[in-house]
C-alpha cells in the first residue's frame, strides 16, 4: 500500500463523515474533500515544478490544514517530503536543506521571515523556495473528484525525517511509502476502534505527527487541528469540540496542570490521552490520573520504527497500584512489530537488561546518504535502537534507559536513569536529567539538570546530602543547575546536548 492509496481507501469508506475541522477559522472537511485537496495539491505540485519521482520537497510550517495537505500532497505526488523543524536555527536548517538536495522549500506565510534570512543559502543550493499557498487553488474550484497524478509503489521513498536523536547531529531517517502504510497498520491495530470519534492535536505536524493523524483518519475519526500548544488554549478547545482522544507529551501535562486548579472546564469527553516517547515519572503520572482520570496510553518508538509498543489506557490500574515497579513499562508490541532484547549478536531471555532491537516493516529503510551509520543499527532484520530495557513474562517491554548514554567516570560506569529515578524521588524534585560532562581529572563527571517543584525548590547541599544517603559516591551528581523546563524534543525526548550547555553556562557565570 501507498499513502494516496490509503486516502483513497479513507475517502470510499466514510463519504459522508467529517474528516477535519480547523479550530482557528471554525472550517471543516469532509473526507472527500480534504482527500480532493491533498491530490489536488499534488498536481499542482507537479505543474509548478520541474521535479522527477524521488525528487526532495521541503516544507516549513505549522499544524494548519494547509500543511497537512501538503504534507500528504508531496508523497501522493511521488516526491520525497522533507519536513523541518521550525524551531531549529538557519544553520540547521540550511545543513538539512543541503544534506536531503531538496529542490524546493515550501513555507506558511508565518516563516516568511526565516526563509528571506535563507535566502542566500537557498540560492547557493538552487533550491526554489515558495509560499505555500502560491501553490493554492482557484476559490470554488472542484477537487472531490480527483485521483493521484502519478502511481506509488510501497518500495518508493515517502519521505526523509530529520532527527538528531538526544545527542549529535541530525540525520534523516528514511521511510518508504511501505514503511508508513506498516506502521499505520500498527497504530490502527492497537488502538480502540475510533470511528466517528474527534482528536484534537495541538502538535507539530513535522517529522511524522502527521502520519498518526492519518491513522485517525483511516479510522474514520474526525482531526480538531488546534494550533501551536497553550495550556488554556487546549483546555478551551477542549471543552469546545469535546474531543474523544488527544496525543501529548509530559511537558504538555505539567504544564496544563499548572494552569488547571484556576480553570474550569468539562474534560469528561476525553477517554483517551496518547503520550509518546519521554516516560511519565510515577508522581507525574499520579497527578494527571487525578485530574484526567485513568485514560493515559503510552506509545514507544523512535522515528526509524513508530508506534512499536503501546500500552492502552485499561493499563492504568495496574501502574497506579505499583508506580515504582512499573516504571518505564511501555506495553506489548503493536501488531506486525518484533521485539527482542539483545547483547551484540546474542538474544537475551526475558528478563534480563539489554539492548532494545525491534524488527519489522515499520521500520526504516535506513539513514540517508549514511551507509556506515545504517549497517551499524541494522544488523541483518534486527533495528538496534541504543536503548536499554528487558521483556517481561508477559512479552511486555520495559524501558530502562540509553546504552549510549553511559557515563564513564574515574572507571566506573553509571547509567543516568539509575541517578536520575533517585533524584525524582526527591519531594522537591519535579524532574531531573543526569548527563556526563567532559573532566580532564575524571575523564567525566556526572551532572544534573533540576526541576523543582512549584513553589519548592531545594538548595544544592540538601540535594547533595539526599544523594550521599542513596548512591555510591562515583554516582552523585558533582554539578547541579536548576532549570524551568528540561529542553526537549517535539517527542519529548530530552536533549542532552543541550543540558549539556546549560550545565556549562551555569558553570562559567
Same mark, same amino acid.
Given at each position: 500500500?501507498?499513502?494516496?492509496?490509503?486516502?483513497?481507501?479513507?475517502?470510499?469508506?466514510?463519504?459522508?463523515?467529517?474528516?477535519?475541522?480547523?479550530?482557528?477559522?471554525?472550517?471543516?472537511?469532509?473526507?472527500?474533500?480534504?482527500?480532493?485537496?491533498?491530490?489536488?495539491?499534488?498536481?499542482?505540485?507537479?505543474?509548478?515544478?520541474?521535479?522527477?519521482?524521488?525528487?526532495?520537497?521541503?516544507?516549513?510550517?505549522?499544524?494548519?490544514?494547509?500543511?497537512?495537505?501538503?504534507?500528504?500532497?508531496?508523497?501522493?505526488?511521488?516526491?520525497?517530503?522533507?519536513?523541518?523543524?521550525?524551531?531549529?536555527?538557519?544553520?540547521?536548517?540550511?545543513?538539512?536543506?543541503?544534506?536531503?538536495?531538496?529542490?524546493?522549500?515550501?513555507?506558511?506565510?508565518?516563516?516568511?521571515?526565516?526563509?528571506?534570512?535563507?535566502?542566500?543559502?537557498?540560492?547557493?543550493?538552487?533550491?526554489?523556495?515558495?509560499?505555500?499557498?502560491?501553490?493554492?487553488?482557484?476559490?470554488?474550484?472542484?477537487?472531490?473528484?480527483?485521483?493521484?497524478?502519478?502511481?506509488?509503489?510501497?518500495?518508493?521513498?515517502?519521505?526523509?525525517?530529520?532527527?538528531?536523536?538526544?545527542?549529535?547531529?541530525?540525520?534523516?531517517?528514511?521511510?518508504?511509502?511501505?514503511?508508513?502504510?506498516?506502521?499505520?497498520?500498527?497504530?490502527?491495530?492497537?488502538?480502540?476502534?475510533?470511528?466517528?470519534?474527534?482528536?484534537?492535536?495541538?502538535?507539530?505536524?513535522?517529522?511524522?505527527?502527521?502520519?498518526?493523524? &492519518?491513522?485517525?483518519?483511516?479510522? @474514520?475519526?474526525? %482531526? /480538531?487541528? #488546534? *494550533? !501551536?500548544?497553550?495550556?488554556?488554549?487546549?483546555?478551551?478547545?477542549?471543552?469546545?469540540?469535546?474531543?474523544?482522544?488527544?496525543?501529548?507529551?509530559?511537558?504538555?501535562?505539567?504544564?496544563?496542570?499548572?494552569?488547571?486548579?484556576?480553570?474550569?472546564?468539562?474534560?469528561?469527553?476525553?477517554?483517551?490521552?496518547?503520550?509518546?516517547?519521554?516516560?511519565?515519572?510515577?508522581?507525574?503520572?499520579?497527578?494527571?490520573?487525578?485530574?484526567?482520570?485513568?485514560?493515559?496510553?503510552?506509545?514507544?518508538?523512535?522515528?526509524?520504527?513508530?508506534?512499536?509498543?503501546?500500552?492502552?489506557?485499561?493499563?492504568?490500574?495496574?501502574?497506579?497500584?505499583?508506580?515504582?515497579?512499573?516504571?518505564?513499562?511501555?506495553?506489548?508490541?503493536?501488531?506486525?512489530?518484533?521485539?527482542?532484547?539483545?547483547?551484540?549478536?546474542?538474544? &537475551?531471555?526475558?528478563?534480563?537488561? @539489554?539492548?532494545? %532491537? /525491534?524488527? #519489522? *516493516? !515499520?521500520?526504516?529503510?535506513?539513514?540517508?546518504?549514511?551507509?556506515?551509520?545504517?549497517?551499524?543499527?541494522?544488523?541483518?532484520?534486527?533495528?538496534?535502537?541504543?536503548?536499554?530495557?528487558?521483556?517481561?513474562?508477559?512479552?511486555?517491554?520495559?524501558?530502562?534507559?540509553?546504552?549510549?548514554?553511559?557515563?564513564?567516570?574515574?572507571?566506573?560506569?553509571?547509567?543516568?536513569?539509575?541517578?536520575?529515578?533517585?533524584?525524582?524521588?526527591?519531594?522537591?524534585?519535579?524532574?531531573?536529567?543526569?548527563?556526563?560532562?567532559?573532566?580532564?581529572?575524571?575523564?567525566?563527571?556526572?551532572?544534573?539538570?533540576?526541576?523543582?517543584?512549584?513553589?519548592?525548590?531545594?538548595?544544592?547541599?540538601?540535594?547533595?546530602?539526599?544523594?550521599?544517603?542513596?548512591?555510591?559516591?562515583?554516582?552523585?551528581?558533582?554539578?547541579?543547575?536548576?532549570?524551568?523546563?528540561?529542553?526537549?524534543?517535539?517527542?519529548?525526548?530530552?536533549?542532552?546536548?543541550?543540558?549539556?550547555?546549560?550545565?556549562?553556562?551555569?558553570?562559567?557565570?
Amino acid at each position: 500500500m501507498s499513502i494516496p492509496a490509503l486516502l483513497e481507501q479513507a475517502r470510499r469508506a466514510w463519504p459522508d463523515r467529517c474528516a477535519l475541522i480547523d479550530a482557528d477559522s471554525g472550517r471543516s472537511y469532509g473526507f472527500p474533500e480534504l482527500v480532493g485537496e491533498v491530490f489536488a495539491f499534488s498536481h499542482r505540485l507537479l505543474a509548478a515544478f520541474d521535479t522527477r519521482p524521488g525528487d526532495r520537497v521541503a516544507l516549513l510550517g505549522d499544524a494548519t490544514p494547509a500543511f497537512l495537505f501538503a504534507d500528504y500532497g508531496v508523497m501522493s505526488a511521488g516526491r520525497v517530503r522533507v519536513s523541518l523543524d521550525p524551531a531549529l536555527d538557519p544553520a540547521e536548517h540550511l545543513a538539512q536543506l543541503h544534506d536531503s538536495g531538496a529542490k524546493v522549500l515550501l513555507y506558511c506565510p508565518s516563516h516568511a521571515d526565516r526563509v528571506q534570512a535563507l535566502r542566500p543559502g537557498l540560492q547557493d543550493c538552487g533550491i526554489d523556495a515558495r509560499p505555500l499557498d502560491s501553490l493554492a487553488g482557484e476559490a470554488g474550484a472542484a477537487t472531490t473528484g480527483l485521483h493521484p497524478p502519478v502511481p506509488c509503489e510501497p518500495d518508493r521513498i515517502a519521505a526523509l525525517n530529520y532527527t538528531g536523536g538526544t545527542t549529535g547531529m541530525p540525520k534523516a531517517v528514511v521511510h518508504t511509502h511501505g514503511s508508513y502504510a506498516a506502521a499505520l497498520h500498527n497504530i490502527v491495530a492497537a488502538r480502540r476502534p475510533w470511528t466517528g470519534d474527534r482528536m484534537l492535536n495541538m502538535r507539530p505536524l513535522w517529522p511524522i505527527a502527521a502520519i498518526s493523524l &492519518l491513522a485517525h483518519l483511516l479510522q @474514520g475519526g474526525t %482531526l /480538531i487541528l #488546534g *494550533g !501551536h500548544f497553550e495550556p488554556r488554549r487546549f483546555l478551551e478547545l477542549a471543552a469546545r469540540y469535546r474531543p474523544t482522544c488527544t496525543s501529548l507529551v509530559p511537558t504538555h501535562l505539567v504544564r496544563i496542570l499548572r494552569v488547571l486548579p484556576d480553570v474550569h472546564v468539562d474534560l469528561g469527553s476525553l477517554a483517551c490521552i496518547e503520550i509518546g516517547a519521554a516516560a511519565m515519572p510515577p508522581e507525574l503520572f499520579e497527578q494527571a490520573v487525578a485530574a484526567f482520570g485513568p485514560v493515559f496510553s503510552v506509545i514507544y518508538g523512535l522515528t526509524e520504527a513508530p508506534w512499536t509498543c503501546y500500552r492502552p489506557p485499561s493499563a492504568a490500574s495496574e501502574l497506579l497500584a505499583d508506580p515504582a515497579g512499573t516504571l518505564g513499562l511501555v506495553g506489548p508490541t503493536t501488531d506486525r512489530a518484533e521485539i527482542a532484547i539483545g547483547d551484540g549478536r546474542t538474544v &537475551l531471555p526475558a528478563g534480563t537488561v @539489554g539492548e532494545v %532491537l /525491534i524488527r #519489522g *516493516g !515499520h521500520v526504516m529503510q535506513g539513514y540517508w546518504n549514511q551507509p556506515e551509520l545504517t549497517a551499524a543499527v541494522l544488523d541483518g532484520a534486527w533495528f538496534h535502537t541504543g536503548d536499554l530495557g528487558c521483556l517481561d513474562a508477559r512479552g511486555r517491554l520495559r524501558i530502562q534507559g540509553r546504552a549510549k548514554a553511559i557515563i564513564r567516570t574515574g572507571g566506573k560506569s553509571v547509567q543516568p536513569a539509575e541517578v536520575e529515578q533517585v533524584l525524582c524521588s526527591h519531594p522537591s524534585v519535579l524532574e531531573a536529567a543526569v548527563v556526563g560532562i567532559a573532566d580532564p581529572e575524571w575523564g567525566e563527571i556526572v551532572a544534573a539538570a533540576i526541576v523543582a517543584r512549584p513553589g519548592s525548590r531545594p538548595s544544592h547541599d540538601e540535594l547533595a546530602a539526599f544523594c550521599r544517603e542513596r548512591l555510591s559516591a562515583h554516582k552523585r551528581p558533582k554539578r547541579t543547575v536548576f532549570m524551568d523546563a528540561l529542553p526537549r524534543s517535539h517527542y519529548g525526548k530530552v536533549l542532552t546536548r543541550k543540558v549539556q550547555d546549560a550545565i556549562a553556562a551555569a558553570r562559567q557565570d
